[in-house]
């Protein structure tokens, strides 16, 4: 194959824990009578609440074939290219076993919300046999359960440099690193209308640290669907699944069902994370979308494009821009059935 997908899951999968009848249907078309896939394929989520292994053994239960951790990229695995906060003691904010997850990206020193309002029940810095090590780096996988404890100590971590207990001071500025996993404003359960993403609690983060301090947050990177790095990231797996099966061919084309292409950065986010990764190979990144997710075929483009970051149309985050022929889909279909059907015969592909 000179092609390969990726898939997402929530809205094009499952919506919350229900899967979506035509998923089934179109993975019996991307594997062989051995249960291997005919063609590379990647899971990007936008989730971060999990270990890889956990997702893929839900995906092959759910899917009805064998799903492996390295086909599926969680919002915060381009973590792993980020080599240099490994080794730092770092805040990480979420849902689901945090430290466990972080361990698994290569963080040496993580430390939960929970563990830092413990170690602080009456901002103690005396006992410094109570005191965790100075927080050098905020990392936010998702929206947490208890979302004003998080909101009132990532602020304190913020605004006291990494000596949470300690009084604020404005002076230093840029603050501590922050990396952020999934911006998605919102997200489809098994309710009827989208729920609060993590993206929401970001807005809530960006908003009470500018009315503090009268400036803008600044995040080190950002990543998960609609990033750069997450895109490049799985181009990257990609490449690599190729290159197990021994396929000669170079991937050309990336079909992407159910997301959007990549919106362009601010220019003020780290790159750094480029050289971890080979050049991108692949010639061109298609997006298949689904009418089964947050998107409807209904939804009206902004006519004036250059202040529709306020326009309501625009849930995705402050650092990117808004450009039309970006988020244009290059394909609009019902279902993912519809959509492995429509990308065999593009690529005149028969199993």
Same mark, same amino acid.
């Given at each position: 194959?000179?092609?390969?997908?990726?898939?997402?899951?929530?809205?094009?999968?499952?919506?919350?824990?229900?899967?979506?009848?035509?998923?089934?249907?179109?993975?019996?078309?991307?594997?062989?009578?051995?249960?291997?896939?005919?063609?590379?394929?990647?899971?990007? *989520?936008? +989730?971060?609440?999990?270990?890889?292994?956990?997702?893929?053994?839900?995906?092959?239960?759910?899917?009805?074939?064998?799903?492996?951790?390295?086909?599926?990229?969680?919002?915060?695995?381009?973590?792993?290219?980020?080599?240099?906060?490994?080794?730092?003691?770092?805040?990480?904010?979420?849902?689901?076993?945090?430290?466990?997850?972080?361990?698994?990206?290569?963080?040496?020193?993580?430390?939960?919300?929970?563990?830092?309002?413990?170690?602080?029940?009456?901002?103690?810095?005396?006992?410094?046999?109570?005191?965790?090590?100075?927080?050098?780096?905020?990392?936010?996988?998702?929206?947490?359960?208890?979302?004003? *404890?998080?909101?009132?100590?990532?602020?304190?971590?913020?605004?006291?440099?990494? /000596?949470?207990?300690?009084?604020?001071?404005?002076?230093?500025?840029?603050?501590?690193? #922050?990396?952020?996993?999934?911006?998605?404003?919102?997200?489809?359960?098994? +309710?009827?209308?989208?729920?609060?993403?993590?993206?929401?609690?970001? @807005?809530?983060?960006?908003?009470?640290?500018?009315?503090? !301090?009268?400036?803008?947050?600044?995040?080190?990177?950002?990543?998960?669907?609609?990033?750069?790095?997450?895109?490049? /990231?799985?181009?990257?797996?990609?490449?690599?699944?190729?290159?197990?099966?021994?396929?000669?061919?170079?991937?050309? !084309?990336?079909?992407?069902?159910?997301?959007?292409?990549?919106?362009?950065?601010?220019?003020? #986010?780290?790159?750094?994370?480029?050289?971890?990764?080979?050049?991108?190979?692949? +010639?061109?990144?298609?997006?298949?979308?689904?009418? !089964?997710? @947050?998107?409807?075929?209904? !939804?009206?483009?902004?006519?004036?494009?250059?202040?529709?970051?306020?326009?309501?149309?625009?849930?995705?985050?402050?650092?990117?821009?808004?450009?039309?022929?970006?988020?244009?889909?290059?394909?609009?279909?019902?279902?993912?059935?519809? +959509? @492995?059907?429509?990308?065999?015969?593009?690529?005149?592909?028969?199993?």
């Amino acid at each position: 194959p000179s092609f390969g997908f990726l898939f997402d899951i929530d809205g094009v999968l499952v919506r919350g824990k229900t899967p979506i009848p035509a998923a089934r249907s179109a993975f019996q078309k991307l594997v062989n009578s051995q249960g291997q896939f005919l063609v590379p394929v990647v899971f990007v *989520t936008n +989730a971060g609440d999990c270990l890889r292994q956990k997702k893929a053994d839900q995906l092959s239960h759910l899917l009805g074939v064998p799903v492996s951790q390295d086909q599926v990229m969680m919002s915060h695995s381009p973590l792993r290219m980020f080599k240099r906060y490994h080794e730092k003691c770092v805040l990480v904010s979420g849902q689901g076993p945090l430290l466990e997850i972080a361990h698994d990206l290569g963080f040496s020193q993580p430390i939960t919300i929970e563990t830092l309002r413990e170690k602080h029940p009456l901002l103690d810095v005396v006992d410094h046999d109570r005191r965790p090590s100075v927080l050098v780096t905020v990392v936010l996988f998702g929206e947490p359960v208890r979302w004003e *404890t998080n909101l009132q100590l990532i602020i304190d971590v913020l605004l006291t440099s990494g /000596y949470p207990g300690n009084p604020y001071h404005q002076e230093k500025d840029p603050h501590i690193p #922050i990396l952020a996993c999934n911006m998605d404003l919102m997200w489809v359960a098994e +309710a009827q209308s989208p729920r609060f993403g993590h993206g929401t609690f970001m @807005v809530c983060l960006e908003n009470i640290y500018k009315k503090i !301090t009268g400036k803008d947050l600044k995040y080190e990177a950002l990543m998960g669907k609609p990033s750069q790095v997450t895109y490049q /990231y799985a181009e990257y797996l990609i490449r690599v699944q190729a290159a197990e099966r021994h396929w000669k061919q170079p991937i050309q !084309t990336l079909y992407a069902v159910g997301a959007s292409a990549t919106l362009s950065q601010d220019d003020e #986010i780290d790159n750094s994370w480029e050289n971890e990764l080979a050049s991108a190979a692949a +010639a061109h990144c298609r997006s298949v979308l689904v009418c !089964t997710g @947050v998107y409807s075929p209904q !939804t009206e483009v902004p006519t004036d494009t250059r202040d529709s970051i306020t326009e309501t149309v625009f849930h995705g985050h402050r650092d990117f821009r808004f450009e039309p022929g970006l988020v244009e889909p290059d394909h609009i279909v019902p279902d993912v059935d519809a +959509a @492995v059907n429509l990308v065999f015969q593009l690529e005149s592909f028969a199993p």
